[in-house]
């Protein structure tokens, strides 16, 4: 482990407030010093002309191992994690088997400390097989090291069950984050209900499918007095009860990710064929589905105000056979990680940015409780440390993605905002320079 100083960048560093050109030590992995050091000690990284943060936090991540190895492993998903400026994922349950046991929070731990090359922070069931029918172990997954409880796509459609793991989890000091989604409503639906699924002829998902899950996870919530995490909202009517709520002091959190932020329903549609039918792309089958400008709009303006606490990728890589395919069949999901900051800063500031992909995501999910310093530039924390170009431009090429996933709806587009470097723990685990 190499003491490192990243010298001379503009440091932003939300937690503290920080937001000057400074000189960032990092000894034995972990920030030693925010300022100008009359000596650099150790590996010095000219960041002259760059942007210094802390490694981002993703609370909301799929690394598919064990189970689906030929969509992503461990070691593949934190290789792009790093590439985007992560340094902490928190990985999603929805594996083969499921992460419901300790064993299977602890083969995430041993995998991520073996094979991975950033933080690797394991989401728990919270019912068993993910099946929605009996609760997981939730104290059991806690001390073994989950740090969240989600059944992830799968939401927990019994409102008693769903109460009682919010009950357990609250004593637990644990939230539940709720892939907030009513099958029945959604049932068969495979894009947004909108003018483009019409006249392609799909079956859409429409937004009171996950604006009357919200409604029902925030009574909960405040029947309980225990914090639901709401994934990936979508909706300008999701956005307006999460901030009634909050208005309220309801226990709700929710987070975005940087494709609702910055794409449409629109991106389903790739144009006419030859023979004048209109052409779908399935990279843009995601769940939930993209939404209208104004659903954009609504998820921009909730992230700038507050309503939304952070942003979280739903990285969800998928095998090529998994896309090649009718748009019914396709997979639902994006590789998000690498695209993610670029993405991000189409929709807001980059000040905003950094913030929501730092220190916002580590408090909204309380993982200082599991890695003290978390998201910011502390002295004592974690030497975890992204420098970024937000004005360098480059063009999407999925096939040189570190993930195996290669599924993006973006390919070809050019976007602003590089990751130049990106430091866990002290080492450089990315280098673009």
Same mark, same amino acid.
């Given at each position: 482990?190499?003491?490192?100083?990243?010298?001379?960048?503009?440091?932003?560093?939300?937690?503290?407030?920080?937001?000057?050109?400074?000189?960032?030590?990092?000894?034995?992995?972990?920030?030693?010093?925010?300022?100008?050091?009359?000596?650099?000690?150790?590996?010095?990284?000219?960041?002259?002309?760059?942007?210094?943060?802390?490694?981002?936090?993703?609370?909301?991540?799929?690394?598919?191992?064990?189970?689906?190895?030929?969509?992503?492993?461990?070691?593949?998903?934190?290789?792009?994690?790093?590439?985007?400026?992560?340094?902490?994922?928190?990985?999603?349950?929805?594996?083969?088997?499921?992460?419901?046991?300790?064993?299977?929070?602890?083969?995430?731990?041993?995998?991520?400390?073996?094979?991975?090359?950033?933080?690797?922070?394991?989401?728990?069931?919270?019912?068993?097989?993910?099946?929605?029918?009996?609760?997981?172990?939730?104290?059991?997954?806690?001390?073994?090291?989950?740090?969240?409880?989600?059944?992830?796509?799968?939401?927990?459609?019994?409102?008693?069950?769903?109460?009682?793991?919010?009950?357990?989890?609250?004593?637990?000091?644990?939230?539940?984050?709720?892939?907030?989604?009513?099958?029945?409503?959604?049932?068969?639906?495979?894009?947004?209900?909108?003018?483009?699924?019409?006249?392609?002829?799909?079956?859409?998902? !429409?937004?009171?499918?996950?604006?009357?899950?919200?409604?029902?996870?925030? %009574?909960?919530?405040?029947?309980?007095?225990?914090?639901?995490?709401?994934?990936?909202?979508?909706?300008?009517?999701?956005?307006?009860?999460?901030?009634?709520?909050?208005?309220?002091?309801?226990?709700?959190? %929710?987070?975005?990710?940087?494709?609702?932020?910055?794409?449409?329903?629109?991106?389903?549609?790739?144009?006419?064929?030859?023979?004048?039918?209109? %052409?779908?792309?399935?990279?843009?089958?995601?769940?939930?589905?993209?939404?209208? !400008?104004?659903?954009?709009?609504?998820?921009?303006?909730?992230?700038?105000?507050?309503?939304?606490?952070?942003?979280?990728?739903?990285?969800?890589?998928?095998?090529?056979?998994?896309?090649?395919?009718?748009?019914?069949?396709?997979?639902?999901?994006?590789?998000?990680?690498?695209?993610?900051?670029?993405?991000?800063?189409?929709?807001?500031?980059?000040?905003?940015?950094?913030?929501?992909?730092?220190?916002?995501?580590?408090?909204?999910?309380?993982?200082?409780?599991?890695?003290?310093?978390?998201?910011?530039?502390?002295?004592?924390?974690?030497?975890?440390?992204?420098?970024?170009? !937000?004005?360098?431009?480059?063009?999407?090429? !999925?096939?040189?993605?570190?993930?195996?996933?290669?599924?993006?709806?973006?390919?070809?587009?050019?976007?602003?905002?590089?990751?130049? %470097?990106?430091?866990?723990?002290?080492?450089?685990?990315?280098?673009?320079?």
């Amino acid at each position: 482990m190499n003491d490192i100083t990243v010298r001379g960048g503009r440091v932003l560093d939300p937690a503290n407030g920080i937001d000057a050109v400074a000189d960032v030590i990092v000894r034995d992995g972990v920030i030693a010093e925010v300022g100008k050091a009359a000596k650099a000690p150790g590996d010095v990284i000219d960041a002259s002309g760059l942007v210094v943060c802390p490694g981002f936090v993703d609370v909301h991540a799929h690394l598919r191992e064990p189970g689906f190895e030929h969509k992503e492993t461990v070691e593949t998903g934190t290789r792009a994690a790093a590439r985007g400026g992560f340094t902490t994922v928190c990985a999603m349950p929805n594996t083969e088997p499921p992460t419901d046991s300790a064993g299977a929070v602890e083969f995430v731990l041993r995998t991520a400390a073996a094979k991975g090359v950033v933080r690797v922070l394991p989401i728990g069931c919270v019912t068993k097989g993910r099946a929605g029918h009996d609760l997981a172990e939730l104290a059991e997954l806690s001390a073994a090291g989950a740090v969240a409880f989600s059944d992830d796509g799968a939401p927990v459609a019994d409102a008693a069950l769903m109460r009682r793991a919010l009950e357990y989890a609250g004593m637990l000091q644990t939230p539940v984050i709720d892939h907030a989604e009513e099958p029945a409503l959604a049932a068969g639906g495979v894009m947004h209900e909108g003018w483009v699924s019409t006249r392609l002829g799909l079956r859409g998902v !429409p937004a009171a499918a996950e604006e009357s899950f919200v409604a029902r996870d925030i %009574a909960l919530a405040q029947a309980t007095g225990s914090r639901v995490h709401l994934a990936h909202v979508s909706t300008a009517g999701s956005v307006e009860l999460v901030r009634a709520a909050k208005a309220r002091g309801a226990p709700v959190t %929710a987070e975005v990710t940087p494709h609702h932020l910055a794409l449409t329903h629109e991106a389903v549609l790739t144009g006419p064929t030859e023979g004048g039918a209109l %052409a779908y792309d399935t990279n843009a089958k995601v769940n939930p589905p993209l939404r209208t !400008p104004e659903d954009v709009a609504a998820c921009v303006a909730g992230l700038l105000d507050g309503t939304i606490d952070c942003i979280a990728t739903d990285h969800a890589p998928h095998a090529t056979q998994d896309k090649l395919c009718e748009f019914d069949a396709a997979a639902m999901g994006i590789s998000g990680l690498e695209t993610a900051l670029a993405l991000s800063l189409t929709a807001i500031p980059l000040e905003a940015a950094v913030e929501r992909l730092t220190a916002a995501p580590a408090a909204t999910l309380g993982l200082e409780r599991h890695v003290p310093g978390i998201g910011s530039l502390s002295k004592g924390a974690p030497g975890d440390v992204a420098i970024i170009d !937000p004005e360098g431009e480059w063009t999407v090429e !999925p096939e040189t993605f570190a993930s195996l996933g290669k599924n993006t709806p973006l390919t070809g587009r050019t976007l602003k905002g590089r990751v130049v %470097a990106t430091v866990y723990a002290g080492k450089v685990v990315h280098d673009a320079r």
